[in-house]
T-cell receptor, first 119, second 114 residues
Framework: AQKVTQAQTEISVVEKEDVTLDCVYE???????LFWYKQPPSGELVFLIR??????QNEISGRYSWNFQKSTSSFNFTITASQVVDSAVYFC????????????????FGTGTRLTIIP | NAGVTQTPKFQVLKTGQSMTLQCAQD?????MSWYRQDPGMGLRLIHY???????DQGEVPNGYNVSRSTTEDFPLRLLSAAPSQTSVYFC?????????????FGPGTRLTVL
């Protein structure tokens, strides 16, 4: 069965520090997709990034970067020079291509990491 | 383009009462779903729909019903509310059933059952 583990329940850093959020996943499928979502204090989840299992290229988007390593089943998220606006709960999620029925219903979320940026 | 909308934003029920949480999307998305978010448990899928007239159960369906008569709307019904259903409920939609597609989430409904 698929599983996503976010071992860091809460992290606090001082503004401008770099911070890495860990995500470890388990799946038996060879084709799968990994996601990161952000849930700011307003409550609405916002999609940040998607990565498929065949693309291990790291990605950088401004201050955000993602490190996907199949060898360790990890998809970690780094925020460089953190800002107060980065304070949120971050969720990692996994969906399998060869799941039962349709596929999208097998999207599994981790328990989230609450990130607090201290001004 | 309003995206995914949910009403109400907050609701308090007494045990045994029934109610419907409303969800609508204006993106012509095929796939819609309901999740509940509880502390320390992430998001768990309640029910989902892959198109008008087609629904199925997710991970935690007991005590909830859904229907999808139109592409836009996907209401969630609580048949007889219980304190265990106290949670934050999110409706989400995506372009298709493909596991590749990201989900678009509504603002959530915070439900308290006394």
């Amino acid at each position: 069965a698929q599983k996503v583990t976010q071992a860091q329940t809460e992290i606090s850093v001082v503004e401008k520090e770099d911070v890495t959020l860990d995500c470890v996943y388990e799946t038996r499928d060879t084709t799968y997709y990994l996601f990161w979502y952000k849930q700011p204090p307003s409550g609405e989840l916002v999609f940040l990034i998607r990565r498929n299992s065949f693309d291990e290229q790291n990605e950088i988007s401004g201050r955000y970067s993602w490190n996907f390593q199949k060898s360790t089943s990890s998809f970690n998220f780094t925020i460089t020079a953190s800002q107060v606006v980065d304070s949120a709960v971050y969720f990692c999620a996994l969906s399998e291509a060869h799941a039962t029925n349709f596929g999208n219903e097998k999207l599994t979320f981790g328990t989230g990491t609450r990130l607090t940026i201290i001004p | 383009n309003a995206g995914v909308t949910q009403t109400p934003k907050f609701q308090v029920l007494k045990t045994g009462q029934s109610m419907t949480l409303q969800c609508a999307q204006d993106m012509n998305h095929e796939y819609m779903s309901w999740y509940r978010q509880d502390p320390g448990m992430g998001l768990r899928l309640i029910h989902y729909s892959v198109g008008a007239g087609i629904t199925d159960q997710g991970e935690v369906p007991n005590g909830y019903n859904v229907s999808r008569s139109t592409t836009e709307d996907f209401p969630l019904r609580l048949l007889s509310a219980a304190p265990s259903q106290t949670s934050v409920y999110f409706c989400a939609s995506s372009y298709s059933v493909s596991p590749y597609n990201e989900q678009f989430f509504g603002p959530g409904t915070r439900l308290t059952v006394l």
